[in-house]
T-cell receptor, first 113, second 116 residues
């Protein structure tokens, strides 16, 4: 089964608002990554947070990681129409050699102009 | 940044035929490539891990005789869907790691396969 579960499955907000997406996972991890996918396209790597980190920033993105709760959140501030996409979290599993990524179900984000 | 390409970007084929999809790392050598499958509005499911010069490692439930993977060089991996059926219609995405110590994967743009 999927390692990561994300919520909400779909999120629709107005341009300029902040968007928050959550991801939960089941096993221990080395790191957690967030990816964006525009419709019918490949994935774009957004940010990686290691298991010993609690928060990371990149531009308008803020990621938090709570290993005790096995959860992460992605915050996009001051959203833009171009942020409309699906967002996936992905985790590795140290027991499987840390090579493979397991993706969450994804959150479909729509930014309304 | 690391760029991964896929060819073709979309393909339509008839049931029973075979289709080959190429995945290339354009500006780096990829010791490991991954093949994923994605159904509409769903997440990516890992199909197999492809290591250069060795046999691919398939995930549970993926038929290795149906989805043939070849990683002949450090910049090219191919996925061949043999005797395709309509249920094989999907979005196939490859990714590549820059090196053994690298955590990040760089994804190709995907290939849309439609089997009629």
């Amino acid at each position: 089964s999927q390692q990561g579960e994300e919520d909400p499955q779909a999120l629709s907000i107005q341009e300029g608002e902040n968007a928050t997406m959550n991801c939960s996972y089941k096993t221990s991890i080395n790191n957690l990554q967030w990816y964006r996918q525009n419709s019918g396209r490949g994935l774009v790597h957004l940010i990686l947070i290691r298991s010993n980190e609690r928060e990371k920033h990149s531009g308008r993105l803020r990621v938090t990681l709570d290993t005790s709760k096995k959860s992460s959140s992605l915050l996009i501030t001051a959203s833009r129409a171009a942020d409309t996409a699906s967002y996936f979290c992905a985790t590795d599993n140290p027991l499987q050699g840390a090579q493979k990524l397991v993706f969450g179900q994804g959150t479909r984000l729509t930014i309304n102009p | 940044g690391a760029v991964v390409s896929q060819h073709p970007s979309w393909v339509i084929c008839k049931s029973g035929t075979s289709v080959k999809i190429e995945c290339r790392s354009l500006d780096f050598q990829a010791t490991t490539m991954f093949w994923y499958r994605q159904f509409p509005k769903q997440s990516l499911m890992l199909m197999a891990t492809s290591n250069e010069g060795s046999k691919a490692t398939y995930e549970q439930g993926v038929e290795k005789d149906k989805f043939l993977i070849n990683h002949a060089s450090l910049t090219l991996s191919t996925l061949t869907v043999t005797s395709a059926h309509p249920e094989d219609s999907s979005f196939y995405i490859c990714s590549a790691r820059v090196g053994r110590g690298s955590v990040e994967q760089y994804f190709g743009p995907g290939t849309r396969l439609t089997v009629t």
